[in-house]
């Protein structure tokens, strides 16, 4: 092993790193982290990561900046694609666990797995976190709920790549084509408006207003609530290997009476949307 004099250098057959990659790597990471503006030069990584003692000592992360003169090292300077450090925050007191996940994110970590008891307090439990920068994978009981719990907290935060609001955190990312999705080669299920998991029809309305459907895909609905052209397929995604389709079964009068109040509707057109699943004769 060859460098200057009490310094290591690391030597590898294929690349080879200086003082300035290493440099504009570290830069990169205090800037995700909001420590360093765009404008900053590179070579200011040593002031802000720089340690001064009681006694008035600098103390620099890697000994001193002369030291690496000419020293070349091997690895994390460059990387084959996007690469996360990811945090385990285990169920517990929020307050501690808020401080703990914000030294990590401090020291280097780039995302947080969250393991949420029911009813977390996730104000306390993300305060000061950026949720614009470091994704969060949710992983609870009850995932609609902290999935909900958790966009409520964010409000109109452009969240992170990588956010995962109930898939789990350890799953590899899917890349699927069009016709995979189709194809539902992934792990969750599509339930469709209209089919035995949701057989009301209408249900296709509040997809086509949320997702303005006709002007970005060109894709209608007809007054029987048909998808034209008749190739297209809808429905609603669930991420979850454990999800699982079901059926709905025989309503009950009541049920329609219910359902119709929620949709405000009469009875009359409850009973005509969803007259395959009726357990009763609507004319009795």
């Known amino acids: 092993m060859t460098g200057p004099e009490g310094a290591l250098e690391l030597a590898h057959a294929e690349d080879a790193w200086t003082r300035a990659d290493w440099e504009k790597a570290t830069a990169a990471v205090l800037r995700k982290s909001r420590r360093m503006s765009e404008e900053d030069a590179d070579s200011l990584v040593w002031d802000k990561l720089t340690r001064r003692t009681l006694d008035g000592l600098d103390i620099t992360p890697l000994g ?3 030291s690496l003169e000419g020293l070349a090292t091997a690895g994390r300077p460059a990387r084959a694609g996007d690469w996360d450090v990811r945090s385990l ?5 929020e307050k501690q666990l808020n401080e703990a996940a914000l030294v990590d994110l401090d020291g280097g970590v780039t995302s ?5 008891d029911a009813g977390a307090d996730l104000a306390t439990l993300l ?3 950026l949720l614009d920068l470091a994704p969060v994978a949710l992983d609870a009981a009850d995932p ?4 909900q719990a958790f966009l409520e907290h964010a409000g109109d935060t452009d969240l992170a790549t990588g956010t995962n609001l109930g898939a789990p955190a350890t799953a590899d990312d899917e890349t699927l084509s069009n016709d995979d999705l189709i194809a539902e080669r992934y792990a969750g299920i599509r339930p469709a408006p209209g089919y035995p ?42 991420s979850h290997p454990d999800s699982q389709y079901f059926v709905v079964g025989r309503l009950g009068r009541d049920q329609v009476a219910a359902y119709a109040e929620r949709k405000g509707w009469s009875l009359q057109e409850a009973e005509k949307w969803l007259s395959p699943n009726l357990g009763y004769d609507p004319d009795d």
Do not use: F, R
């Not at 947080?112 to 949420?116: D, F, G, S």
């Not at 609609?144 to 999935?147: I, K, P, T, V, Y």
């Open 64 to 66: 001193t900046p002369s």
């Open 89 to 93: 925050v285990e169920a517990g007191p």
């Open 112 to 116: 947080l797995w969250l393991q949420l």
């Open 127 to 129: 305060e000061g976190v």
């Open 144 to 147: 609609l709920a902290a999935a």
């Open 197 to 238: 998991a949701c057989p009301d029809h209408t249900e296709k309305l509040t997809l086509w207003n949320l997702m303005d459907v006709e002007a970005s895909t060109g894709i209608s609905l007809t007054e029987s609530m048909a998808m034209w052209p008749g190739a297209s397929v809808s429905g609603v995604y669930y």
